[in-house]
């Protein structure tokens, strides 16, 4: 199994910044993939970002230039940098982990992180 915690989230003013951290821990071999996601209400869950162990980093056209997603190998945590936030980045943020075990692939949610982007 691998759990995860998030931190970070709360209430920021338009134009604001937040930084979003998921730690992962559990037994498993390796990080395959990682990436945030977020959920408004009455909304889908939509792709924020995704970033491989190689460090390559894929992001949705609305949050470009705007956000940005790392990780640390050695913690198991992903981060994601957000700038220059707008209302309509307001919902709850989800990171997510693949990764490989014993037998085989696992996919894993965190447990949401509300952001809310207001004056």
């Known amino acids: 199994q691998v759990q995860l915690v998030e931190s970070g989230g709360g209430l920021v003013q338009p134009g604001g910044s937040l930084r979003l951290s998921c730690a992962a821990s559990?037994?498993?071999?390796?990080?395959?993939?990682m990436g945030w996601y977020r959920q408004a209400p009455g909304k889908e869950r939509e792709l924020v970002a995704t970033?491989?162990?190689?460090?390559?980093?894929n992001y949705a056209d609305s949050v470009k230039g705007r956000f940005t997603i790392s990780r640390d190998i050695a913690k198991n945590t992903m981060y994601l940098q957000m700038n220059s936030l707008r209302p309509e980045d307001t919902a709850v943020y989800y990171c997510?982990?693949?990764?490989?075990?014993?037998?085989?692939?696992?996919?894993?949610w965190g447990q949401g992180t509300q952001v809310t982007v207001s004056s």
């Open positions: 970033i491989t162990m190689r460090g390559n980093a």
């Open positions: 559990g037994r498993f071999i390796s990080i395959n993939a």
């Open positions: 997510n982990y693949d990764v490989r075990y014993l037998y085989g692939n696992l996919n894993s």
